[in-house]
């Protein structure tokens, strides 16, 4: 499906408002349509874990790499796995990695602080950003699609000792499976910042993600009961 076939049957079930353009929410569209055949030839397949493939792609510029990761998680529904993924309140729950999250509104957008544990000598890096949430249809497939983006702020002043992430950018799509689960598609970009060991890349795909999407499905299983 080309990006125009996309724009063609392209619908939006909540008003598009918000700090990511609908250009942005249909290019994450299109990459939904190519991912179900995989990835394209220039991505290298890292990992599989839980049922789900991790797959990067060095990036020229920065030297460093570009994840997607595509898999499904069984029982959770998209609607499910979307407000798991939002509720910033219930992720120090389950996410072992997130040690400080909270939020600030000003000049009408939301800022979001995240302090992430790196495993030791490491030090934490920690984020500023912004995201959002659509609803949308694609050729009657419904789609639930979250961006996230670096933004830089004086309301979250850097810390001692925790190196600030300046360039992160991420994307999530979520669709059902055809019977009561999800299927998830995610791309992921940062910059670390500092210096970063070979072996923190190995670390990442084969500890880290794994561990999260493992966490996740828990915590999406055990949501309804914490309401």
């Not at 995989?38 to 060095?58: D, K, N, T």
């Not at 544990?117 to 497939?141: A, W």
Request: charge should be positive.
């Amino acid at each position: 499906m080309s990006q125009q076939d996309a724009a063609a049957s392209f619908s939006a079930t909540e008003p598009p408002a918000g700090p990511f353009s609908e250009a942005q929410f249909l290019a994450v569209c299109h990459e939904v349509g190519r991912a179900r055949a995989g990835p394209e030839g220039s991505w290298q397949l890292l990992a599989v874990s839980r049922g789900f493939s991790i797959y990067r792609v060095l990036d020229q510029k920065s030297g460093l790499y570009e994840y997607k990761i595509y898999g499904g998680i069984a029982d959770c529904s998209p609607e499910l796995c979307a407000e798991v993924y939002m509720d910033l309140n219930y992720r120090p729950n389950w996410d072992r990695y997130a040690k400080e999250l909270c939020e600030k509104t000003y000049e009408d957008r939301t800022v979001i602080y995240w302090e992430v544990k790196f495993p030791f000598p490491l030090s934490n890096r920690d984020y500023v950003f912004i995201r959002e949430r659509r609803n949308l249809e694609i050729d009657g497939q419904k789609l639930l699609i979250i961006l996230a983006k670096s933004v830089s702020t004086p309301q979250f002043p850097e810390k001692s000792g925790v190196i600030r992430v300046r360039n992160y950018k991420q994307s999530i799509a979520v669709e059902s499976d055809g019977t009561n689960g999800s299927k998830v598609y995610m791309s992921y970009f940062d910059d670390p910042g500092g210096m970063v060991p070979p072996w923190f890349v190995n670390w990442v795909a084969q500890t880290a993600v794994p561990k999260f999407l493992k966490d996740m499905k828990k915590a999406c299983l055990r949501y309804h009961k914490k309401r």
